[in-house]
């Protein structure tokens, strides 16, 4: 991979991104300079996404720091190359050099207003208010102005990050500029990848304006902590190519613990994600009254029948089922239902990894999170969504409101790799190496979608033993997989067209 390239794969809090600046400043690097390079490339795109013969007219937002002074420099050049071009600065007081920019666009002659009413007959608004130095929430007419102007329908293009966010919880603070596009500048933040903040964020880019990447790799430590999955890494993590003298125990042996009566789907969703992995042999542990059903819907898996319950619950596992080390990996939990205690229980005490999901998740949070795991001599990934995750971990106060935090956080008081699901997932290993899926889509909020996941990380996690990547990373890249073959579907299909089982047949086309 180039080595810029690499930087898009990079994730860096506020601080990590204040301390590189300083990194550069300390270098030599004029000020000025710096923002000099970074507006010009925004004012570039900006001319790219809104072409002077579509758009005219473009009001500018100024704040009081060096968005500001970025804003004012993407002003001054859009007049520049003739756009009608108009700023609204509620602000007395501005930072020296965001002032010497402001002093230069009234020298050209461009007009300032008063009110943001004023802005209202613009094609286009670049908010240029605050970046990633906004301390304390909107408050006053500021924030009365920024619901204002979200409630017109101008494209609206923020600098950096829109004006209102947190940049690294992605929080709103009072209140927020809802975005058409977003340009991030430099390095990708946090705040892109929080779910609270995709309303407002649009379309985000990031502009690369020449970071040293010696100033970069001196500040954040290796391994890079938060890392974004993108295609070219995905892929070299998957078990690609097979070796050529492989047979079907070395490419692994998943065991998936499944279905009771009441959600017997989940069983068979679950069962074609891992298919899908690819993974050498499939065992598939049932309520023995689905076994027939099993058969027909997955006739490649062993499908081991296990006593039922009177509620239509896996009562206990058959010596099979329980012979854990004939698998490489076990996943539990799709469709088990809260009954399954015993089964859970049982499970928790193989020796090989673990994958627990869905209501094993639930009966894990009862058995007590941390203190069960803690007695686990092998990996466990938990792939909780949001309402699991607060049963998980209930001493996590509002996980939603910093997603990228709380999972690092439960990972590290569990010893567990956790994957938080959601529009952005995000999967933590116990010693805060994080990663994030860039992309998905909402196609995917419909029942069964996580079963489809589940089989898919256990199929993954199974093959690892030809590739011996860390499992987070594979169970990162099986959540990348996933979101990919529901673009893809959904594309294809509209977002209303990705059903689990239309998901799981997409999982092979994506190459
Ligand atoms: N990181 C980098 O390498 C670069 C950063 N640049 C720009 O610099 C920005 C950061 O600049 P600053 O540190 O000046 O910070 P900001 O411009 O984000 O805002 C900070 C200013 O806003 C004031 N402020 C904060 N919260 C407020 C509130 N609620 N109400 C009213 N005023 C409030 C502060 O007192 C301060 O004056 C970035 O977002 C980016 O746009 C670029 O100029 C060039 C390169
Ligand atoms: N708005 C969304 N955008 C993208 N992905 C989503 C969205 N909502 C849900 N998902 C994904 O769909 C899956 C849902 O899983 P889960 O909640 O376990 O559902 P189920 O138990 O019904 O299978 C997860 O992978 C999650 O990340
Ligand atoms: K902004």
């Known amino acids: ?7 898009n794969s990079i994730v860096v809090t506020t601080e990590q991104m204040a301390n590189i600046e300083g990194k550069i400043f300390a270098g030599g690097m004029p000020v000025a300079a710096l923002m000099e390079k970074a507006a010009l490339l925004t004012s570039q795109r900006i001319q790219q996404l809104y072409p002077l013969h579509t758009v005219d007219k473009v009001g500018v937002l100024v704040g009081p720091g060096h968005n500001g002074g970025d804003a004012l420099v993407i002003a001054r050049e859009l007049h520049l190359q003739g756009y009608d ?43 240029g ?19 204002r102007l979200n409630q017109w329908s101008i494209p609206v293009v923020s600098v950096d990050i829109p ?10 603070l009072g209140t927020a500029v809802k975005a058409t596009h977003s340009l991030c500048l430099g390095l990708w933040k946090p705040v892109y990848f929080q779910d609270q903040a995709l309303a407002y964020t649009g ?18 430590p290796q391994p890079i902590p938060l890392q974004l999955l993108h295609k070219t890494l995905a892929l070299g993590f998957l078990p690609l190519p097979r070796p050529q003298l492989t047979h079907k125990y070395q490419q692994g042996h998943l065991l998936l ?15 074609n994600g891992a298919k899908a992995s690819g993974v050498g042999m499939l065992s598939v542990a049932v309520p023995e009254s689905l076994k027939p059903l099993l058969v027909g819907k997955i006739p490649d898996g062993l499908v081991i029948d296990c006593p039922v319950s009177e509620k239509g619950v896996i009562a206990s596992l058959p010596p099979l089922a329980t012979d854990f080390a004939s698998y490489d990996i076990i996943a539990c939990g799709p469709g088990l239902t809260r009954e399954a205690t015993e089964v859970v229980t049982r499970v928790l005490e193989a020796k090989c990894p673990l994958v627990l999901d869905a209501d094993a998740l639930n009966i894990l949070a009862q058995l007590g999170t941390v203190n069960r795991l803690s007695k686990r001599q092998n990996a466990t990934v938990l792939t909780p969504h949001l309402g699991e995750f607060k049963r998980l971990f209930p001493d996590i106060h509002n996980p939603e409101k910093d997603r990228i935090s709380a999972t690092k956080q439960a990972a590290s008081q ?36 996580g079963d489809v996941l589940t089989g898919l990380i256990g199929g993954l996690l199974a093959q690892n033993k030809t590739t011996n990547h860390t499992l987070e990373a594979m169970v990162a890249t099986a959540a990348w997989w996933h979101a990919q073959a529901a673009i893809l579907a959904a594309k294809e299909r509209s977002e209303l067209g990705v059903d689990a089982g239309t998901l799981s047949q997409y999982l092979h086309t994506i190459f």
């Open 1 to 7: 991979m180039e080595p810029r390239q690499e930087l």
């Open 85 to 127: 071009v108009c700023v609204y600065c509620p602000f007395t007081k501005l930072k020296e050099l965001t002032q010497q920019h402001a002093n230069y666009a009234h020298s050209l002659g461009i007009p300032y207003h008063n009110d943001l009413e004023s802005l209202n007959h613009c094609q286009l608004i670049i908010d």
């Open 129 to 147: 208010l605050f970046g990633f130095g906004l301390k304390r929430p909107l408050s006053g007419n500021l924030a009365i102005d920024v619901d």
């Open 163 to 172: 004006s209102g966010l947190h940049t690294d919880t992605g929080e709103v």
């Open 203 to 220: 379309i985000a880019e990031k502009i690369d304006f020449g970071i040293p990447l010696k100033d970069i790799f001196s500040t954040i």
């Open 257 to 271: 613990i499944a279905g009771s009566h009441r959600y017997a789907g989940a069983s068979i969703l679950s069962s």
């Open 414 to 449: 569990s010893g567990a790799i956790i994957l938080l699901k959601g529009a952005r997932t995000i999967i933590a290993n116990p010693q805060g190496k994080i990663w994030i899926i860039p992309e998905s889509t909402p196609a995917l909020a419909r029942g069964g979608s």
